[in-house]
């Protein structure tokens, strides 16, 4: 089983200020199937992205998404207020598994 | 636009069978997989399991001895029976769907939440 580890488990950051989130797997992924959610409270989890850099629809274009094998990356450019949330990546390798989730606090 | 929405106890015994039901609108069954995932209060997402619209299933290997996944074709809807349930089965639990040839999760219920206590 593919485990997914997010870091940092928790963000402070301001409005406006840029969000770096890190999801590193205990094996290579493919890069057509590791996608980011994003989790409001009291929300079903909503899809970000998908096959690491492909945008879900409606979802903005300050977030942006990169990586490969092992390490993948969600970017905020500049975050509105609205994106203050819990983020989690996942992966499809015949199973699916998530991260641990990182939450990005003001 | 196809939309899922879980239904059924919102409290079950310590032991007894937790069971579940999805009921998919706007779509076509035969279109996904159709997964079940939990979240436990303050925690993270597990996945549970899927099954195809042909009946094939996938679980997660920890939840495996203890979860079944069916579908019924004819309601539009799958469900999900989990036996031995204890205090550590207490979560939101959710339906989803991933498409078949994608490996992401595109379509959420709302989810209900099931607590275990006698």
């Known amino acids: 089983e593919i485990v997914l580890t997010q870091s940092p488990g928790t963000l402070s950051l301001s409005p406006g200020e840029r969000a770096t989130l890190s999801c590193r797997a205990s094996q290579s992924v493919s890069s057509s199937f590791l996608a980011w959610y994003q989790q409001r409270r009291g929300q079903p989890p909503r899809l970000l992205m998908y096959?690491?850099?492909s945008r879900a629809t409606g979802i903005p274009d300050r977030f942006s998404g990169s990586g490969s094998g092992t390490e993948f990356t969600l970017t905020i450019s500049r975050l509105e207020p609205e994106d203050f949330a819990v983020y989690y990546c996942q992966q499809y390798g015949g199973s699916l598994t998530f991260g641990g989730g990182t939450k990005v606090e003001i | 636009q196809v939309q899922v929405q879980e239904s059924g106890p919102g409290l079950v015994k310590p032991s007894e069978t937790l069971s579940l039901t999805c009921t998919v609108s706007g779509g076509s069954i035969s279109s996904s997989y159709w997964n079940w995932i939990r979240q436990s209060p303050g925690k993270g997402l597990e996945w549970i399991g899927y099954?195809?619209?042909?009946?094939?299933?996938n679980y997660n290997p920890s939840l495996k001895s203890r979860a079944t996944i069916s579908v019924d074709t004819s309601k539009n809807q799958f469900s999900l029976n989990l036996t031995s349930v204890t205090a550590a089965d207490t979560a939101v639990y959710y339906c989803a769907s991933k498409p078949l040839w994608f490996g992401h999760v595109d379509v959420w219920g709302q989810g209900t939440t099931v607590t275990v206590s006698s």
């Open positions: 096959g690491t850099s």
């Open positions: 099954i195809s619209f042909n009946g094939n299933t």
